[in-house]
């Protein structure tokens, strides 16, 4: 792999180099913390830093920082260890679920999955590693592996059946202190594969098993001045896109995680402090989401564990707690300011926004009116919002307005799993707790995770049990059903599938050409058609730069089709092929990238700024056509090749658009050289 420099220190700050603005479709990025320093390891004239469980690497002669993630090498996420080898001039990367990378500061990278794919009963997990010569003694649950470090190879493994911490070669003799720190000994010269040439010891200098501090030491007060490009830390349950920048912040399952608040601007981040928590009197914790001020984006309200947060500029500003009519959790009692369950918010207008009171004796919806400096709070005691204990739902949350101004959300309880939709200018609510399909057909569902619009008003319910629709026809129908989208097998028999069945859909966000991507807690995300009948992509962990099979948010930026995931390993983003339509095309907003089109260059070309299902041909300088297509909302993605899949020739390629309905759009050009 070839390394290239990202970021460079300069003046104890980071520039940064990436510009998601033309980034290619297909490409993806990581944005981890690196925030917590916990390991350093010196290899020359370099340092490898393990921070906040990923890597990154320091150069002391040109001050460079190269941030290492799936995007540029590494096989896996969640770093445990990390160990240089100098004999074999490589860093050992052991992962939490015992995968393995040897790092080289050139960049390479080496993959050795031997203890991750082997079927052995009990614990796999690597605790510790200890280097010796050009092998690495790995101390895991199970036993001791050598790994041949120079030729990335497992040597042998000493296989006891239990978990061992530490490992140490001192003098002849290797030894091996157990979980439960007893010590067990053999000479390097025997078979150490047969557990019976090991033995139990008392008689050994305990300094063997101290760590290894001494890099740590010397170079920690450099690496504190280092700041490599990245949030705060990889809680990132809830996201929002708003003007050019995403959001984000812990999500609704961050109960009693110290996340913050985190703004994503192209390349740079913004992480909000928490110094003012010691004046609380009570925790900071549970940042479950937030909302942005429609008429100023430097105003933040911020609903969680502890009550509602206003932030102006970045700075706190307060805090509205059980000193007024928020309520804490009827579980908790004696007014406890660390349980105040504020699982939603959303701003209606820039005076006015609401809030969810969950697990309250009372309150359960709260609507806040600005007058001057302040909110004033006034609770709803809706009684359909109470579960069967009297006191308020458990988990009400996802709270969104449609496009005809209905406020909805969700409890995402199996003891009440309902939504509900109410109108704010004539507080009237429903609720929706009749999980009945088209075909009369009751859903065995027992979760509603979350709720969204597409672009053709269907409100979307994501549960346990794969996606339902509810269409405008039925929103106030007293009989309403829901529609359980069935996708025909199409293989010659008259058999369907309900979309995404089975699948545990937490997630969801709408792209600029309609199309829904579901995120899931275990499987990964799907991107379905407009048309909710074709699975357009699925990635996971395992074939793709995605960091986590559970995807607890999804934020798409309309102008590049950037999708952003918030997954439970950290924050994560995939360049779509699609965008959010422009009304009209003119020169000034349809453009192409990569232009010109270099020979080496083999990847995608990208059409940007179009309308809405547009026209889309390419010409020849004869004015041939030689492709043609239609774009995905505001996006068209042309190969270099023409109809009969032939790479186009060195040329000036024209793209000649037009609208859905026949009228002209623009032209743009694109070079490509061979």
Known sequence: MKRLILSLVI????????????????????????????????????IFVMASNSLYQYNKLDQSIFTYDLTNGLSDVNIKNIKWCKAAKRLVVAYNNSNIDLVEVNGN??????????????????????????????????????????????????????????????????????????????????????????????SYDASIFNADTKDYDEYLPLVSTLSPVGPKNNLCGFLKYHNGKIYSCGGINSSEKESTVQIYNNGTWQCYSNEFKESLGHKYVGLYCLDIDPADENH?????????????????????????????????????????????????????????????????????????????????????????????????????????????????????????????????????????????????????????????????ICTNQGP????????????????????????????????????????????????????????????????????????????????????EAIAIVPSTGEVFFGTTEGLCSYISDASEPNEDMDKDNVYAYPNPVTPEYTGPITVTGLSSNADVMILNSNGKEIYHGKSNGG???WHGYDMKGNRVASGVYMVATAKSDGSKGTVCKIAVIR
């Open 635 to 637: 996006t068209f993605v």
């Open 109 to 202: 990278v080496i993959n050795v999955s031997s203890i991750l794919n082997k079927t052995i009963s009990g614990n796999k997990s690597i605790n510790s590693i200890y280097i010796h010569g050009k092998y690495a003694y790995l101390s895991t649950g199970f036993g001791i592996v050598k790994l041949n470090v120079a030729d990335a190879t497992i040597s042998e493994t000493y296989n006891f059946g239990y978990a061992f911490n530490a490992t140490a070669v001192s003098g002849n003799n290797i030894y091996a202190r157990a979980a439960d720190f007893s010590v067990i000994t053999a000479p390097l010269t025997v078979n150490l594969i047969d557990i019976n040439n090991w033995q139990y010891t008392g």
């Open 468 to 551: 339902l629709m509810l269409e405008p026809s039925q929103m106030f129908e007293e009989n309403y059903y829901l529609t359980q989208v069935k996708v025909p097998r199409n293989d010659g028999s008259d058999y369907a599938d309900y979309l995404l069945s089975g699948q545990d859909v937490i997630s969801m966000a709408v792209d600029g050409a309609g199309r829904k991507w579901f995120g899931t807690s275990n499987n990964g995300v799907f991107l379905i058609s407009e048309d909710n009948l074709t699975q357009i992509n699925h990635f996971t962990r395992e074939n793709s730069c995605l960091l986590s099979n559970s995807v």
């Open 300 to 460: 933040l309200m911020v609903a969680s564990q502890t009550g509602i947060y206003e932030f102006q500029n970045g700075e706190f500003v307060r805090n509205y707690s059980n000193d007024n009519v928020l309520e804490t959790a009827a579980t908790v009692g004696n007014n406890n300011e660390n349980y105040v369950i504020m699982s939603g918010i959303i701003f209606e207008n820039s005076s006015r926004l609401w809030t969810l009171n969950s697990i309250a004796p009372n309150t359960s919806l709260v609507e806040m009116n600005r007058e001057g400096s302040t909110y004033n709070l006034t609770p709803h005691n809706l009684s359909v919002l109470k579960n069967d204990l009297g006191r308020t739902m458990d988990n009400l949350t996802s709270m969104m307005f449609d496009s005809r101004g209905y406020l909805w959300f969700v409890n995402n309880d199996w003891r009440n799993y309902s939504f509900f939709c109410y109108d704010t200018a004539n507080n009237k609510i429903n609720k929706y707790d009749r999980f009945i399909n088209e075909d009369n057909t009751l859903v065995n569902c027992n979760f509603v995770r979350c709720i969204d619009e597409d672009k053709s008003g269907n409100i979307w």
């Open 11 to 46: 003046a104890g700050g980071v520039l940064s180099t990436f510009n998601s603005a033309n980034a290619q479709v297909g490409t993806w990025k990581n944005y981890l913390a690196y925030s917590v320093v916990q390991q350093i390891q010196a290899a020359g004239d370099d």
